[in-house]
């Protein structure tokens, strides 16, 4: 069975240092979706990229993350500098198409900031 | 106040019991609605899909929609330990994908 990938599954850093997550969606789904979920929480979206393009991103802390899917497969979610209120579970999900489509959940980034 | 209230719990329940988990809502545009199970450490996985109000069932699983209300449901049936995780509802208007969740309600089944 297909799966979302993400790698690491747990990362730990000083604040003001740089992080980067990486996901590999379900192949051949188009659509992409980084959620942040703080423990305690449901998970919200961070970004959501139709192809290698951005279809919102009005929730990403724009300062300091960044999230690029150049060429519409595999996606990468930075943050620099981090701090220490960025500790949370960085998932990945991805669909087949946008709107009403099934989203897959990646097992997640457990991000530990010191 | 949040669009998607949920009850975080915990709730504990004996083996075989039937587990009754809710959200209440507020934007009248949503008319998808989702239930995800979230086991300690991983990503969520969906559970049941449903649009509008009504009824589905799914094995020992049945998810309500009553959009006059704003309200759904997940019921359990004959619940074991391995349905111990944080259930979480989400919800869309069907635009553009995006999910609204709850905050999850944690449920350990107990022997």
């Known amino acids: 069975e297909a799966e979302v990938a993400q790698s690491p599954r747990y990362k730990i850093t000083e604040k003001s240092q740089a992080v980067a997550f990486w996901c590999d969606p379900i192949?051949?789904?188009?659509?992409l979706y980084w959620y942040r979920q703080i423990l305690g929480q449901g998970p919200e979206l961070l970004v959501q990229?139709?192809?290698?393009?951005?279809?919102?991103d009005s929730q990403l802390p724009k300062d300091r993350f960044s999230a690029e899917r150049l060429k519409g497969v595999d996606s990468t979610l930075k943050i620099q500098p981090a701090e220490l209120g960025d500790s949370a579970m960085y998932l990945c999900?991805?669909?087949?198409?946008?709107?009403?489509?099934?989203?897959?959940f990646g097992p997640g980034t457990r991000l530990t900031v010191l | 106040q949040k669009e998607v209230e949920q009850d975080p719990g915990p709730l504990s329940v004996p083996e075989g019991a039937i587990v009754s988990l809710n959200c209440t809502y507020s934007n009248s545009a949503f008319q998808y609605f989702m239930w995800y199970r979230q086991y300690s450490r991983k990503g969520p996985e969906l559970l049941m899909y449903?649009?509008?109000?009504g009824n589905k069932e799914d094995g020992r699983f049945t998810a309500q929609v009553d959009k006059s209300s704003k309200y759904i449901s997940l019921f359990i049936r004959d619940s074991q330990p391995s349905d111990s995780a944080t259930y979480l509802c989400?919800?869309?208007?069907?635009?553009?994908?995006?999910?609204?969740f709850g905050t999850g309600t944690r449920l350990q089944v107990t022997l």
């Open positions: 990229f139709q192809d290698e393009s951005v279809v919102d």
């Open positions: 989400a919800m869309s208007d069907g635009t553009a994908s995006k999910l609204t």
């Open positions: 999900a991805s669909s087949l198409v946008t709107g009403t489509d099934t989203q897959y």
């Open positions: 192949s051949g789904h188009a659509t």
């Open positions: 449903t649009y509008s109000s």
